[in-house]
């Protein structure tokens, strides 16, 4: 009786779910190549309602409805795999000076033969106290119990010791262990990063992505906090799924690398809200309703093994603070990447996904807003849409003559097959942008005439209702990839969004021209500059004063892990951070319609 797309994902196979497996989106279409008699629960009305027409032939089932009772084989269809392979996730290559929060000392430990009479656990003390270079370092009862139950323990003489901030040894291994690591942890909606790190040298060792397990529950927070809210076991669930893939990763990581995953002794931490109170074991219910409030935004050590984390059991995992319901670590350790330069002048960061966070300095003093901007820029929610993954068009030009050309992620997935599966948002923007540039898209967001161009498509309605970017037979699902006008308007929505709160955050600091405007996240990294200008998702700026910084949030953790001194950034950045709350708002409502327009306008020029 369990759903097919619960049990696919167990078995590897990701499906998509935009709506959180509650049977309203259809994206979740797959397959039927084989089934044992009885194994396929009929499909039931709401699912056959959705279930679209294939003159092909084949059996096609929706996975969030289908229930099985026995062996299936099914194929999932490009345009509905979730992300299980590593979507791109880049960073930025700095040196750090090392100056981490746990370190190791490999020391002699005195027999209990030579006088005066102490304990081991003293004599452990003193020994790493002196390698040290310190008065006193304390030896917990737990790590004596861990030690304790090492075959020999008493008899052992040359050891290894992990202590945490000098002061509290918290590991006791035989022998001289030669590496110390930790791991820097980025956990987004849709995809998470694992970085594995050499803390003594501030190297990185191994970087390994993947999508976000979760999606099983839907793409976006919301439709996880409905699923705990309905079934508080799903907190549990979501929470195990997540550590299991970060434990993958990492153990994978260390095997290619020669690490012990006992060697890795730290770990940062750091997400959205939803992300990490889901990490946490907290339920993320208060952020999907006013006011709201987190639930917990301290920046909060915990020991590795609390939270499962298959690496050094008591190695302290520190997990970034959140400065309000809707802006989290991630965002505070995108802006840890930031130099002195960013707090002179009025500069802008950006980290535009299903949620867009918006940062300010102005002259110094910060603020920030967040606001919904939809799925799209995930590739969500639009006809074609796809992750960004290798086949995923990620930009769209049209050529002199009118020839629309684009271009896909490269990638060793394809094997060779350069045929595109769909648009990821990068792709879906500069789709956008290009119909507008060429005149097949209005302003105002409508799709032009059919005669404007032969790949403008009415489909019978008397109305352009979308533009054919590939055809069917160039395509690797063998249909065409489109941009429909619904796409559009979807766009219109999120940047409208984005470019109101924008707005508000520049006219409540009175701040009329920007200096430089930072683009993080993966989404962010690919976006053309001209193409967020020309349909007016920021402000009008000069194009070079735009600049993507890749995945910031990512470079930030692996900073607080490499020295501690960013940790302590962090938490007087939470503190420093003026949050503007959007809901509300009269004027946001109003900058909102006034921004659906796709030019490069400004607010004023609106009014």
Known sequence: GERLLAAAWKAGAGIKSVCG???????CLVQIDAAADGALAPPGDTELGLLPAHPEGGTYRLACLCEIHGDVAISVPPESQAVLSAPRKPHTVTTV?????????????????????????????????????????????????????????????????????????????????????GIAVDIGTTSFVVFLCDLERGEVLDMRTAGNPQ????????????????????????????????????????????????????????????????????SPESLGRGPYLPVWSDGVEVEARELGLAIAPRARTFVFPMVSGYIG?????????????????????????????????????????????????EGAH????????????????????????WAAIPGAEARGDKRPIGLCGSGVISGVAAGVGAGLIGSDGALAPTTAHPQLRDLGRGRSEELVLVDANFSRTGRDIVLTQQDVRAVQLGKSALRAGIEILLAESGVKRLDRIYLAGTFGNHLEPDDILDIGLVPPVPVETIRSIGNAAGDGARMALFNRHHRRRALALARRIDVLELSGRTDFQDLFVMHTELAPVTADALV
């Not at 497996?21 to 994206?27: F, I």
């Not at 949620?355 to 003093?365: A, D, I, K, T």
């Open 97 to 181: 000076a090392a100056r981490p929060t746990t370190s190791r000392v490999r020391v002699t430990v005195d027999g209990p033969e030579v006088p005066p009479a102490r304990s081991l656990a003293t004599r452990i003390a003193q020994a790493v106290a002196a390698g040290l270079g310190r008065r006193n370092v304390a030896v917990p009862l737990p790590a004596m119990v861990d030690h304790s139950g090492l075959r020999g323990f008493d008899g052992l003489r040359e050891i290894t010791a992990t202590v945490h901030r000098e002061r509290e040894v918290i590991q006791i291994l035989p022998g001289r262990r030669e590496r110390t690591c």
């Open 382 to 405: 639009i006809r074609c849409g796809v992750r960004a993954s290798p086949g995923a068009i990620e930009r769209v030009w049209v050529a002199p003559g009118g020839r629309i050309r």
């Open 215 to 282: 999606a099983i529950y839907g793409e976006d927070v919301i439709s996880r906090m409905t699923h705990i809210q309905q079934d508080p076991s799903a907190l549990d669930a979501m929470r195990k799924l997540i550590v299991d893939d970060i434990n993958r990763l990492v153990a994978d990581g260390c095997r290619e690398r020669g690490v012990a995953c006992d060697d890795v002794v730290d770990a940062v931490v750091v997400g959205n809200p939803t992300m990490q109170h889901i990490l946490l074991g907290i």
């Open 21 to 27: 497996g509650r049977g309203k989106c259809g994206s």
């Open 329 to 377: 670590g991630d965002t505070l350790a995108a802006l840890l990447t930031r130099g002195a330069d960013f707090y002179r002048g009025s500069q802008l960061l950006v980290d535009v996904g299903t949620n867009g966070e918006v940062v300010l300095s102005h002259e110094g003093r910060l603020s920030a807003t967040s606001c919904a901007t939809g799925p799209v820029y």
